[in-house]
T-cell receptor, first 115, second 111 residues
Framework: ETGVTQTPRHLVMGMTNKKSLKCEQH?????MYWYKQSAKKPLELMFV???????ENNSVPSRFSPECPNSSHLFLHLHTLQPEDSALYLC??????????????FGPGTRLTVT | EDQVTQSPEALRLQEGESSSLNCSYT??????LFWYRQDPGKGPEFLFT?????EEKEKERLKATLTKKESFLHITAPKPEDSATYLC????????????WGAGTKLIIKP
């Protein structure tokens, strides 16, 4: 595997379900991100981790719970979601946060549908 | 307030017809401007980073330029495989990770 991988690619869940999204990066990066992408809207940053430590929680509802066990893996735990949470969830990674500017590399995304 | 606006929202061109996409931005100080390409059902693919006004970068049929208020992505003699949504994002000097994203320009190249 190369780059950033995400599983599953598609997920349909009811509002009472609990599910998890998984992201793995093979780029040797130390920063990882979760984004939400809704149709015709800019990407929304949800969470940022730097060396496994959470740096940002962008006012995300508690029904989304991130977990970063190491610099290569990132999870997004989902529970009691709402239909408006249906979107493409993207994982990204980059060199560590700091004074230098680094591009982010994205996975293919998980298309989530909440019924 | 930091803001990024991309125009047009959609652009249809004939194969070989050159054009430009625009990304206008408002930030207190620019740390970097990024261009990405996104194909349907896929994540954004990194294209370029620009850091200061006057800078230019090229990759195949794409050329990105930067001024103090906007960036252009010039597409020369495009091919159908250049069809995608092109995203622009900026990083303010006061943040070491937060990107402000535009809504994208959907480019369609007809053979």
């Amino acid at each position: 595997e190369t780059g950033v991988t995400q599983t599953p690619r598609h997920l349909v869940m009811g509002m009472t379900n609990k599910k998890s999204l998984k992201c793995e990066q093979h780029l040797g990066h130390n920063a990882m991100y979760w984004y939400k992408q809704s149709a015709k809207k800019p990407l929304e940053l949800m969470f940022v981790y730097n060396f496994k430590e959470q740096t940002e929680n962008n006012s995300v509802p508690s029904r989304f719970s991130p977990e970063c066990p190491n610099s290569s893996h990132l999870f997004l735990h989902l529970h009691t979601l709402q239909p408006e949470d249906s979107a493409l969830y993207l994982c990204a990674s980059s060199q560590p946060l700091g004074p230098l500017t680094y591009e982010q590399y994205f996975g293919p995304g998980t298309r989530l549908t909440v019924t | 307030e930091d803001q990024v606006t991309q125009s047009p929202e959609a652009l249809r061109l004939q194969e070989g017809e050159s054009s430009s996409l625009n990304c206008s931005y408002t930030v207190s100080g620019l740390r970097g401007l990024f261009w990405y390409r996104q194909d349907p059902g896929k994540g954004p693919e990194f294209l370029f980073t620009l850091y200061s006004a006057g800078e230019e970068k090229e990759k195949e049929r794409l050329k990105a330029t930067l001024t103090k208020k906007e960036s252009f992505l010039h597409i020369t003699a495009p091919k159908p495989e250049d069809s995608a949504t092109y995203l622009c994002a900026v990083q303010d000097q006061d943040s070491n990770y937060q990107l402000i994203w535009g809504a994208g320009t959907k480019l369609i190249i007809k053979p």
